[in-house]
DNA sequence: GACACCTTGTGCATCAGTTCACAAGAGTCT
DNA sequence: AGACTCTTGTGAACTGATGCACAAGGTGTC
């Protein structure tokens, strides 16, 4: 029941699962769900979903459960998904084309609304309705297509400069693909996506059990 | 100075940075890296870092710091870095071969050595060198192939499926971009790269400045 | 050899997040 | 109304990770 208080951080990271697992429920109809149900679609357990919900200030009714609409409306506003929040894609190499050319991210309302890139091939092409600019022309993009969030798919090299060069332009999330320590300010917030980690984690276990076997 | 015990998942999913911080260090040559050095490489702090490779046993020398080249040893031996694990991609969207195409896996020894699609017009064919198959023939490849990793980049409807598959074919190891919760047997590694979840996490903190600022 | 200077390794306090367990409320049935 | 069932909300214990701070143990210099 805390008035929408800090959330935790672990918390804002399920909203997003809560919010789709809730789309397992038909909208104009009132429904409940369980914490127990939701904690099924979520992939967490019940504890779990009481505590990060009770952080919204939500309130379920005992015995009963959530109502569904009410609780969509209020993940929905707690994460501001009503927003749109134009995203640059930086580098548009295989990786990049296919995140520009993902229509998930406009349905969720983060529309890819321009790409840059090094390539004098690539720039001035529209790719799946994406433009592509050069590189410099980026604090130009950003002020004038208002964009909030830059993905940066970049080479390595270049993923430094180009975080730079997005923090100049005054974009302050940055989601990164590029297998690099990328530093900035604190109020930037950056999320590394790191492929080849995962896959070295992945690897980790799997010589582990390995190890294990042999012994 | 612990003998090879149990290392902190969240130690595991940092000495993949390490291992790339110490890039930095040319290979044959004798250097020293102090725990500072490496901890502005890879992102962390000193502390962190120093209490992360005594996990692994490490012993730098204290007023000096790590050799870089057995510290490089060491991380590689403690991650089994030197162990290949052919990775298989199912679902060639866009997504999906952007990643077949990826050379950098390969160097990382994760080799993309085969690659499935329900898509009629793809099956038989060979995209950048991975040659793709039907969904059902997954069981087959696994073995012959010795597929290790299962990277699952169907839409989400398929990727429940696509999981079972996997693990009916003995693959544990699972790097899913499908915005679903999978379930699995609990040996069964699953990593969830999910960008729309990422996205609108980034989407919460744009949207807590943007009230933060209009109050 | 003594002293000054580094940097590691680690005990300890702290913090964030998870899980348990249960009282408190809401509905239902008799 | 009372008893029963269900599910929330939350205090409290617990787990894991982080960061501090400092002793221990090296190197180099005089």
Redesign the pocket.
Known sequence: ??PLGRI???????LPLYLRGLDAFPVGVTA???????ADLAG???????????HLG?????????DSAFLRFQISQALGVANVWPVVVCGMGNLGRALANHIGFTDCGFPVVAATDSDLDKIGTVVDGVPVHAPGELGDIVHRLNVAIGVISTPPEAAQGTADALVAAGVTSIMSFAPTVLSAPDEVEIRSVDLVTELQILGFHLHRVRIAEDS
């Open positions: 029941m805390a935790p951080e672990a918390t804002v990271a399920r409940t769900v369980s914490s127990d149900e939701l967490v357990n019940a504890a779990k979903v009481r505590k990060d919900l009770s939500t309130y379920g009714t005992r015995g009963v459960g959530y």
